[in-house]
């Protein structure tokens, strides 16, 4: 089973806005990843966050964590062009599985 | 440091023919593991690993074989390539299964025609 739903599926902003993706599993995860893929190549990863974490920053990127409502959500603030890309959850348990994307735009 | 790689990174199949998708990692990482990603359906885990001699399978195995006699490769083999296998293929790695970040490659594109 999936562990890892993205939503919105697409989300186009402007430059300098901020983004927020959504995500939601199923099962009990020892940690949730987000990941970036730029068209054509392999994920990146980005940010962990641990069952027993809340929130989770890094530089422009803020993650929080609900394991009761068994969801997530990835912020980016000040977005830029170069964000445009698809954006991955996954939750682990003892393997990684993904969701489907939020395909972002940032518009100049 | 080169990372995950794969190869090749385009490969065309007709029906019925079987190929080898090759993974290496130079990290020493003891977690590995198949992706595949298809148009509006993600990423699917085809097989992992955690460790040389150890492997178990994803959500989508059938179709697909693996072996790991080292720690630094993880072969995808297709025995009797179908149109529906068709797609884009990730191979991944970490330090553990549990809490490590995944590191990917470039991926393979296969088209079985």
């Known amino acids: 089973s999936q562990q890892g739903e993205e939503d919105p599926q697409a989300l186009s902003i402007q430059e300098g806005e901020n983004a927020t993706m959504n995500c939601s599993y199923k099962?009990?995860?020892?940690?949730l990843q987000w990941y970036r893929q730029n068209s054509g190549r392999g994920l990146v990863h980005l940010i962990l966050i641990r069952s027993n974490e809340r929130e989770k920053h890094s530089g422009r990127l803020r993650v929080t964590l609900d394991t009761s409502k068994k969801s997530s959500s990835l912020l980016i603030t000040a977005s830029r062009a170069a964000d445009t890309a698809s954006y991955f959850c996954g939750g682990s348990n003892y393997k990684l599985t993904f969701g489907k994307g939020t395909l972002l735009t940032v518009n100049p | 440091n080169a990372g995950v790689t794969q190869t090749p990174k385009f490969q065309v199949l007709k029906t019925g023919q079987s190929m080898t998708l090759q993974c290496a990692q130079d990290?020493?990482?003891?977690?590995m593991s198949w992706y595949r990603q298809d148009p509006g359906m993600g990423l699917r885990l085809i097989h992992y690993?955690?460790?040389?001699?150890?492997?178990d399978q994803g959500e989508v195995p059938n179709g697909y074989n693996v072996s790991r006699s080292t720690t630094e490769d993880f072969p995808l083999r297709l025995l009797s390539a179908a149109p529906s296998q068709t797609s884009v293929y990730f191979c991944?790695?970490?330090?553990?299964?549990?809490?490590?970040?995944?590191?990917f490659g470039n991926g393979t594109r296969l088209t079985v025609t």
């Open positions: 099962t009990s995860i020892n940690n």
């Open positions: 990290m020493n990482h003891e977690y």
């Open positions: 991944a790695s970490s330090w553990g299964q549990y809490n490590s970040p995944l590191h």
């Open positions: 690993s955690v460790g040389a001699g150890i492997t």
